[in-house]
């Protein structure tokens, strides 16, 4: 068993660095925060959004959940702690954008892909949540029917990845700032078998590595948000 004392020290660590030998950025952060980017992630260990993006406190403003996954903006689905989240960080933090961050191996897509997200019981929150992308694994079943399992369940995350970002464009506040061009939504794939990030281009329906998606992103003239379906 894994001691809580390891914890301990950790936050040492980060006491002595970043309140000690380098305390100007939390002598800044203080006051109030300025991310620039909202990141909706999955609640995986495996996939810390800051450890693999590098990033330092105070730059990113991080939500997650099981399987990454952005509800549609309906009063029956239960609590709307993700859309609250959302809602802040584009109307009172003022993002510049939006990025959902998904990953192989998700063990909430792989109880989805067997069928978790089907009726489930009132006492199966993981169902109930999951149910939220049950289009991304109808639309696998019908698009791979001889498809492997592993390649089901590796399409349906990305697939539900787009979900949630058509699921984002539906909330008035995005809606408004992504016409006005003050606010760009993005869906990334992070495969932890290779190491390698892909972004979703919605010019190719497709992953491509995160520098060529925008790269062509950029040369079109348009963000990575998908087109509404």
């Not at 660095?17 to 952060?29: F, G, I, K, S, V």
């Not at 700032?177 to 760009?184: C, D, F, K």
């Not at 497709?206 to 950029?218: D, N, S």
Request: aromatic residues 6%; proline residues 7%.
């Amino acid at each position: 068993m894994e001691k809580i004392e390891r914890f301990i020290d950790g936050f040492t660590r980060f006491q002595q660095h970043y309140y000690e030998e380098a305390p100007e950025l939390y002598r800044d952060l203080r006051d109030g925060q300025r991310p620039s980017t909202l990141l909706i992630g999955c609640c995986d260990s495996r996939v810390d959004p800051a450890i693999l993006l590098d990033c330092d406190p105070g730059d990113i403003f991080t939500m997650r959940n099981v399987a990454n996954l952005v509800p549609p903006p309906r009063g029956d689905i239960g609590p709307q702690g993700v859309l609250a989240a959302i809602q802040f960080a584009v109307e009172d933090l003022l993002v510049e954008r939006v990025i959902v961050l998904g990953h192989s191996g998700c063990g909430g897509i792989r109880a989805l892909m067997q069928g978790r997200g089907q009726a489930p019981q009132p006492t199966d929150f993981v169902g109930s949540w999951m149910a939220i992308a049950e289009p991304a694994r109808e639309r696998v079943l019908q698009q791979l029917p001889e498809a492997s399992d592993e390649e089901r369940h590796r399409a349906c995350e990305q697939a539900s990845i787009i979900i949630s970002l058509q699921n984002l464009q539906r909330l008035p506040a995005v809606q408004r700032r992504t016409e006005e061009g003050t606010l760009s939504l993005h869906g990334w794939y992070f495969d932890l078998a290779s190491g390698s990030l892909s972004a979703y281009s919605p010019r190719v329906d497709a992953f491509l590595p995160v520098t060529e998606a925008i790269a062509t992103a950029g040369r079109s003239g348009a963000g990575t948000a998908p087109c509404r379906k």
